[in-house]
């Protein structure tokens, strides 16, 4: 099966090429060398990779900054994933896109949101992205829509180098105060497994359709926090803040826990963030 992938620099991308099976051919492809919004670059890169699958997970992320730059956000997660769809569809090609709990308002709480659910996105950014799925869906017949959520990844997958975890980690060894806000609740999500669950998707050949590919169980920002300290074998306290207490320019949904219907069965986020620690030899 040759894939491609959009996005290899990211957390997603880079954990996709570092856990793709023995059964796909790969090709990442980086913002430098494939420029998602260019849609020439797009129709060659397709015509000449000739790919049966290509998972896209080049996007906008910045939440705050979509307020100011809605232009840049529909660009990438809306606009772009257009053009993509409809290559793909006309090209009998199947297609992996990665969105976001961003796309709930949060009034579910406090049953977890299944792939049926109504979306209603609160913000720029869900938006775009709540766009860029309703036009892979009525583009591609051939389309898998995977919603993921509290993306952390390996330490060498983010070229902004670093995430929420490592972040944590770092304020408890050198002693700095932590306050982390205690009434946002997600499913916090090691992108190794969910780039596992898209590669379990694929090989499976799972129906087409909308999948919730999380870290199973709940928590809020503090207790994934304070959870990371333990794990970590440091002694800090997360002190608890409310959202409100700094308040941000996007509003986001204060419950965006993903629950799914489909069996890709991912672990707990306890086990996954213990893991991560280990493997990154992040812990004391
Ligand atoms: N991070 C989260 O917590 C989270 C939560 C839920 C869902 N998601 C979704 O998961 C997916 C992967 O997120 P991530 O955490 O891996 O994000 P990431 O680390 O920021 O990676 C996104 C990648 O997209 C690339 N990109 C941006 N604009 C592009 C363009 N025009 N053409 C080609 N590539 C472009 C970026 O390249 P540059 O770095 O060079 O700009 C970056 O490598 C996204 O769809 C995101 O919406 C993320």
Known sequence: MKVLITGASGQLGNELQRTA??????TPLTRQQLDITAKDALQRAISAYNPDVVIN?????????AEDEPDAAFRINATAVRDLAEICGRSGIKLVHVSTDYIFDGTKSPLPYLEADRPNPLCTYGMSKLAGELYAANLCPSHYIVRTSGLYASRGSSRKGGNFVLSIINKAKNREPIRVVDDIITSPTFAHDCAGAIWKILGSEMPFGIYHAANSGHCSWHEFAQHIVNAAGLHAEVARIKHTDYPAKARRPLWSVLGATNNLDLRHWKKAVEEYIITEGAGK
Do not use: M
């Open 21 to 26: 099976p023995a059964y796909a051919d790969a």
């Open 57 to 65: 997970t080049a996007a906008y992320v910045k939440v705050d900054a």
